[in-house]
């Protein structure tokens, strides 16, 4: 009798076990060029500032590279900000043609560019009237557009009228995806230290993975805004092949738990 039910027992226990397993969530970060990623959870993936062309300051995909992204699926396109190392025209068209069901969500300045050259229906223009605001749900993913203005480089006693006409004309946007109980926040180039950024309403968005540029923890201040965010994960982007060693000897001294991502189809998994 004893015998019997340490059986059912541990076929109770296995049964438990697989029945955790099968509810296991697991997020892909695939890293295309630069900033740019594709995120893939279950049936579901997200492309972030992926589709754009040659370029002379960073990493960029050749034609063979855009050909294999171009045949891969993507719910949803983001495009954070209209730099040519983020975003061009001519391969988001391309993209966005030949996957008619894929939505882009950009800056007005992306959208007026693509508009009548393909479906408006694919077209979702992003819009803050705050901090935050919600741009829309599609297909098991939720969108959320942030103010993040993009960093800039200024002398010290540039007037303040600069700094706003260069954030009016290039804004940036970061986004906070949710896909399959997985929150993961881009950012784009956003500069950190900007007073528009809400720190307080980012760490209660319980981020899972904040995907940042580079110079973030190099940065006065940027090791304690990765802290203050509340991150469980973050992967760095925006660096270039021969920045690599030296940028991952500093980070395992700084932020021995991140990642770096930087040639492209490179990727990083999770699980929770």
Same mark, same amino acid.
């Given at each position: 009798?004893?015998?019997?039910? %340490? =059986?059912?027992? $541990?076929?109770?226990?296995?049964?438990?076990?697989?029945?955790?397993?099968?509810?296991?969530?697991? #997020?892909?970060?695939?890293?295309?060029?630069?900033?740019?990623?594709?995120?893939?959870?279950?049936?579901?993936?997200? #492309?972030?500032?992926?589709?754009?062309?040659?370029?002379?300051?960073?990493?960029?995909?050749?034609?063979?590279?855009?050909?294999?992204?171009?045949? &891969?699926?993507?719910?949803?396109?983001?495009?954070?900000?209209?730099?040519?190392?983020?975003?061009?025209?001519?391969?988001?068209?391309?993209? #966005?043609?030949?996957?008619?069901?894929?939505?882009?969500?950009?800056?007005?300045?992306?959208?007026?560019?693509?508009?009548? =050259?393909?479906?408006?229906?694919?077209?979702?223009?992003?819009?803050?009237?705050?901090?935050?605001? &919600?741009?829309?749900?599609? =297909?098991?993913?939720?969108?959320?557009?942030?103010?993040?203005?993009?960093?800039?480089?200024?002398?010290?006693?540039?007037?303040?009228?600069?700094?706003?006409?260069?954030?009016?004309?290039?804004?940036?946007?970061?986004?906070?995806?949710? $896909?399959?109980?997985?929150?993961?926040?881009?950012?784009?180039?956003?500069?950190?230290?900007?007073? +528009?950024?809400?720190?307080? &309403?980012?760490?209660? %968005?319980?981020?899972?993975?904040?995907? #940042?540029?580079?110079?973030?923890?190099?940065?006065?201040?940027?090791?304690?805004?990765?802290?203050?965010?509340?991150?469980?994960? $973050?992967?760095?982007?925006?660096?270039?092949?021969?920045?690599? +060693?030296?940028?991952?000897?500093?980070?395992?001294?700084?932020?021995?738990?991140?990642?770096?991502?930087?040639?492209?189809?490179?990727? $990083?998994?999770?699980?929770?």
């Amino acid at each position: 009798m004893k015998s019997t039910l %340490m =059986k059912m027992n $541990v076929i109770f226990i296995s049964i438990l076990s697989l029945t955790h397993l099968s509810y296991a969530s697991e #997020l892909t970060i695939e890293h295309v060029a630069n900033a740019g990623v594709r995120i893939v959870s279950d049936k579901n993936a997200i #492309l972030v500032d992926a589709l754009f062309n040659t370029n002379k300051y960073y990493n960029y995909l050749n034609d063979s590279d855009f050909k294999r992204l171009n045949n &891969k699926n993507a719910d949803i396109a983001l495009v954070t900000h209209s730099h040519s190392d983020h975003y061009t025209a001519d391969r988001t068209l391309k993209y #966005l043609q030949n996957h008619p069901e894929t939505m882009l969500v950009a800056p007005l300045s992306v959208t007026t560019e693509l508009a009548g =050259k393909i479906g408006n229906k694919q077209l979702h223009t992003s819009r803050l009237t705050g901090f935050s605001d &919600k741009q829309l749900d599609h =297909k098991n993913i939720s969108i959320t557009a942030l103010n993040f203005p993009h960093v800039g480089v200024f002398a010290p006693d540039a007037p303040a009228s600069l700094k706003v006409r260069f954030h009016k004309e290039f804004p940036n946007y970061a986004y906070l995806i949710e $896909v399959n109980d997985w929150k993961i926040i881009h950012i784009g180039d956003g500069d950190f230290t900007s007073s +528009e950024i809400d720190i307080e &309403k980012l760490a209660s %968005m319980n981020i899972d993975v904040a995907l #940042l540029p580079s110079w973030i923890p190099e940065e006065d201040g940027g090791l304690d805004f990765i802290k203050r965010i509340k991150a469980n994960k $973050v992967v760095f982007m925006h660096l270039t092949d021969e920045e690599t +060693e030296g940028y991952n000897k500093n980070l395992k001294t700084v932020l021995p738990v991140a990642n770096i991502l930087v040639t492209g189809f490179e990727s $990083v998994t999770f699980i929770k």
